[in-house]
């Protein structure tokens, strides 16, 4: 036994039918697939036996179920609530990593980090590790700065000490 298959006009003539049921053509294809159902009459057959079975099937009293359908709900990995804390853990982990690797220079070092060799000096004659402890060091000045300019917004004055 062998399937013979239709020709590509058929099949999309019938796709075509079976969308025209739900209304879902638009002019166009409606306007191809009555012109090609006006050639072919094997579409025409199949377009008037789907449209005889769509109208028994829609006219057919609903049946009542002997249970109900349940539907589970698959766990989640993470709950949607926690993903804005995960993301912005993520970014200030990401933040602070760019940020310690952009506070060393590490162009013009070869072998072992800069900071690792012990004497290792800069053109002005500071060590490295010095230069990461004076750095350490405006860093936290310039977050009190910060901070005590905040406090005193605040409260509408100055704030000592």
Do not use: K
Request: some cysteine; aromatic content about 4%; glycine content about 6%.
């Amino acid at each position: 036994m062998s399937a013979v298959r239709p020709h590509p006009d058929c099949t999309r003539a019938r796709e075509w039918a079976s969308l025209d049921l739900d209304g879902e053509l638009s002019d166009f294809e409606r306007f191809l697939l009555d012109a090609h159902i006006a050639t072919c009459s094997d579409c025409h057959d199949f377009r008037v036996s789907i449209a005889g079975f769509a109208a028994d099937l829609r006219a057919a009293p609903l049946e009542q179920l002997e249970r109900p359908v349940v539907v589970r709900r698959r766990r989640r990995a993470m709950p949607v609530r926690r993903l804005p804390a995960a993301a912005a853990a993520l970014a200030v982990a990401v933040v602070g990593l760019g940020s310690l690797l952009a506070s060393f220079d590490l162009r013009n070092v070869s072998g072992p980090a800069a900071w690792e060799r012990p004497g290792a000096v800069d053109t002005r004659g500071t060590s490295l590790l010095q230069q990461a402890g004076i750095q350490r060091r405006q860093i936290m000045i310039h977050r009190r700065q910060v901070a005590s300019s905040r406090r005193s917004d605040l409260r509408g004055g100055p704030v000592l000490g």
